[in-house]
């Protein structure tokens, strides 16, 4: 195996380690996922299934790498969104509103966009916590390590074999 092949089997392994996690504590755990922890899961996937499609065609094409850090770094910027309404006040947090499943049953197209891209007061509770962290602090450790894991897989694609 070279070590863009390894690289890229550990980038999925972090992908996949993040999806499981968020999977536990939604059906495990029963914390409701808010707007804002969907989006991040969303991209965690897409930086996963773009992983499953080097490893099925060339994992030494620089391109897949690539696509890997711009999902993680979305989803890192929907993590750092989430940290900064969970910093808020009490009275600057914005209103909760009802939960996704709802809001897509109900609302426009353009409402629920625009809470799963700003979130809603729902997405300032940080709920459970490890060592100080939030749920969305450790999402963003988990894209960070996916954006190292990509980046060294990237430059192990550039050497020459």
Not at 41 to 54: E, H, M, P, S, T
Not at 81 to 96: F, G, H, I, K, T
């Amino acid at each position: 195996m070279s070590a863009a092949e390894r690289f890229a089997v550990l980038t999925l392994l972090a992908a996949g380690g993040l999806a499981a996690g968020a999977q536990l504590f939604e059906h495990g755990a029963g914390l409701d996922p808010c707007p804002l922890c969907v989006m991040q899961r969303l991209w965690v996937l897409i930086g996963g299934l773009v992983v499953v499609v080097a490893l099925g065609d060339t994992v030494s094409r620089g391109i897949y790498p690539l696509l890997v850090i711009t999902s993680a770094i979305v989803g890192a910027g929907f993590s750092v969104r989430q940290l900064y309404l969970q910093s808020l006040p009490p009275e600057e947090v914005p209103a909760c509103g009802p939960d996704l499943a709802y809001m897509i049953d109900a609302f426009p197209f353009a409402d629920v966009l625009r809470a799963m891209t700003f979130g809603t007061g729902n997405c300032a509770e940080a709920g459970w916590t490890l060592f100080g962290l939030s749920l969305a602090a450790w999402a963003l450790v988990g894209f960070a390590a996916m954006i190292g894991l990509a980046g060294l897989w990237w430059r192990a694609a550039r050497m020459p074999h």
